[in-house]
């Protein structure tokens, strides 16, 4: 067999590179081929494009539900906040002074040339919110009196600014949409229990809606949200093998009560500090989909949360075929959108767009609609549709009677999202080690391949001494964190440190992370 | 009789002072007795409460229906503004240099003393976006190549910062939330029926939702949108007969395109500029429903926007009765809850906090809450409930058997709405006037009372010539502007202007304004 026949044999992409070749760049790539974002001609802003702003609107309106479900409440804080209050608390605003946005002027005037130039500067300068503990800290101390007005359970969607400088779309942008809950309570008991209880809700989210399996556990010291007493979180798998931290859960001890002054008289009588809690997940969720479920043909949009479900495409070889097919396809879409998906009615689109039909469905497949129906002059005759699922290959498609489809979509979907899931869940299984040994460990993440740094071994279970100064070396030597402490930790045995030897009460997760 | 009894009959008011003493002082006390918001450590930023976000996700949601429906999809763009972007349009950066918050600087250091200050200096300062019209543009410049790429029409959801010397909660505050639609069209006219058709959706929105009678029209040019060819607006006169513009829909024509580089080719091959609108509504609609349904007892909450619409109170004289008044009550709420209102189900709260009875009724009656619902042991015991409508007095309460009210619940709510509507209507009526003289107009709107500023005529129908120095006059003299010229103006037919009795093609709506 020649070699060039072989070559042509390989299946065509939607996108270049494709991800054996150069992951960073393909997820670059599909953000742009789905029209998820954009960079913008601010430094480190994106603009996020509607295809990828109604998934986000799907996230937040799934999330928003787990939480009034949970007994929260919506509301909103300044965006500003003045640098007093983030010097409040010491080990806090060391986090967040180094790349924080900076208000300090409050208009613009013309100098001598005419270029506009900041004027009237402020008393004291205004940070671009990073995280509203502080601003929100203080308000609470305000509504807070006595044990009867614990808890305070609320939940803020909001935008923050984190000045970063290498920055990429979804995953680290200095301007990010998020949601941060802050909750104040009357002990330190419930305040760590609903540290728990947002952190497996995050949990039940990833896995249900995102398709996107998680590790929960414990970070560590090192790896801490700056002032907070634990931190808990969700990480993932990504299809690099590297670690995704997804979302956040904060036990704050009453180390922000007492920055704030969150004080309340106790049912004795006693006047004590309140225990606080905050979590939070942001547009970040988008990046970890896209790294869970994207292929080299582009986005796969998990059925729970796509912003839309099917993509109706008419095929018509001769314009007078049109009105017929259209008006064909019109009524399965109307037929569909009587469908309900999960309490919500089916988002259907029919794509009447003028355009090459190779181009249009293609412009589906890199969108990751779930299902694509094509719809000829044959299909319409025989009452039919041609089925395209997007987790399935392009030759997998096929012909379907019409009401046989529609009855099943929805259990279609559910296939879908299910298959989606235990795909991940075997990526993260296939590259998850147990190693005991450090030229072991060592040779696992470090790439065969000097060319493709990015190609490593995944997620190594292995034990620490609990040391700082181990997972240092760790991290200084192979550029490798502690993703997190499981909270069943000693189910895995005791063992020896993977770097010094000393006891361990049991494995930790290891791996390279976004 | 006594004087001392006569007052002693007056009725008692939650809210002090009452409209009639001190109009403005009585609104800061309905927006802190409702818990909607609260003035903020950062000045004029507000915090809004959960009770008053609620309401607004609810504007939210009601809106953005309205915005798919007339096929327009969200999407997000950056918070910052370049100030060059800004400058690109002259008028419009006259209109917003003056009064916007400066990004200067993207860390904090601390100086000698281990004091923080800014540290980082940008090359570029940013602007918090104050509206984007220019952010967005940069990028519709991109997307946009040919005519097939056209309309664009997308809206998003936003916070933005003006800095306002003098803020009032809602009504003008430094950082608001809003909506902007930015779209961009092939032709003038299509642009103008998109201008015309989002005005219409306020209108209707006001009025069907927040049951906010309003006029429309357009702008005069001393009042237009920096940088619009034409701003349309909707208008509704507050209790104290001021009028609040509460939503402003703009016709750019190309200024915009043209400063931002939005062009295409056309349908005939030439290279031309698109045509562009914007147009917007923010949490100041929120104050517009305070002013216009609230009473002296606090919030009245329009049913279809109500964050919630019944309130449940157990009446427990005796402890031991507590267990089975509060398990009807449950059931109360439960069935309530099956309840559809407008294709949501109804929120009803079961109030248990352990608190007078009265202090509790109160609570609700202040935060507007449409229906309350009173639950003691011989309610129980006769399967009934004791019912409160906030839009009458609460000596208009009665007794009703339970399932009758659950049957009537929503039509109860739907003559709620109305009768709101119909109050807001007849203040409205009853305080627009026709005046052709200037002593009459000067009259109008010079208030009896010196001490109460506030009080004067309404809404003035009377002639203008079309002379920006009558129009100024009339605002120097009396700080009265033209709110609107109405669509139908030349219905009213012709006459002499007010002021300088120059030909007129009709009349237009003069008012104080907030």
Known sequence: MKRESSVAKQEKTAITPVRAENYPEWYQQVVKAAELAETSPVRGCMVIRPWGYTLWENIREGLDAMFKATGHVNAYFPLFIPVSFLEKEAEHVDGFAKECAVVTHHRLEADDDGKLVPAGALEEPLVVRPTSETIIGATYAKWVQSYRDLPILINQWANVVRWEMRTRLFLRTAEFLWQEG????????????????????????????????????????????????????????????????????????????????????????????????????????????????????????????????????????????????????????????????????????????????????????????????????????SDSVFVYRRDTTRKDRYGQDKDAFVESVAAVLDEIQASLLARAIKLREDNTCTIDEWDAFCGFFTPENKDRPEVHGGFAMSHWCDDPACEKKINDTLSVTIRCIPFDRTDSGKGACVVCGGPSSGRVVFAKSY
């Open 182 to 381: 802050h909750t104040a309570h009357e002990t330190k008991e419930e305040a760590w229990d609903e540290t728990m209880k947002m952190l497996e809700v995050y949990k039940t989210f990833a896995e249900t809606y995102m398709a996107m399996p998680v590790l929960t556990g414990e970070k560590t010291a090192a790896e801490r949200f700056p002032g907070a007493t634990n931190t808990l979180c969700i990480e993932a798998m990504m299809q690099d093998r590297k670690a995704l931290q997804a979302g956040t859960s904060h036990f704050l001890g009453q180390s922000f009560a007492k920055a704030s002054g969150i004080q309340f008289q106790s049912r004795d009588g006693s006047l004590e500090h309140a225990w606080t809690t905050s979590w939070g997940v942001s547009t970040r969720l988008i990046g970890g989909m896209i790294m869970t479920h994207a292929d080299d043909n582009g986005m796969v949009m998990p059925p729970r949360l796509a912003p839309s479900h099917v993509a109706i495409l008419p095929i018509c070889r001769k314009p007078e075929d049109e009105p017929a097919i259209f008006e064909y396809c019109n009524a399965i879409a109307e037929q569909l959108r009587t469908v309900t998906y999960h309490g919500r009615a089916l988002n259907v689109v029919v794509d009447k767009r003028e355009m090459n039909a190779g181009e249009k469905s293609w412009s589906w497949i890199k969108k990751g609609i779930p299902i694509t129906l094509e719809v000829g002059p044959r299909d319409m005759a």
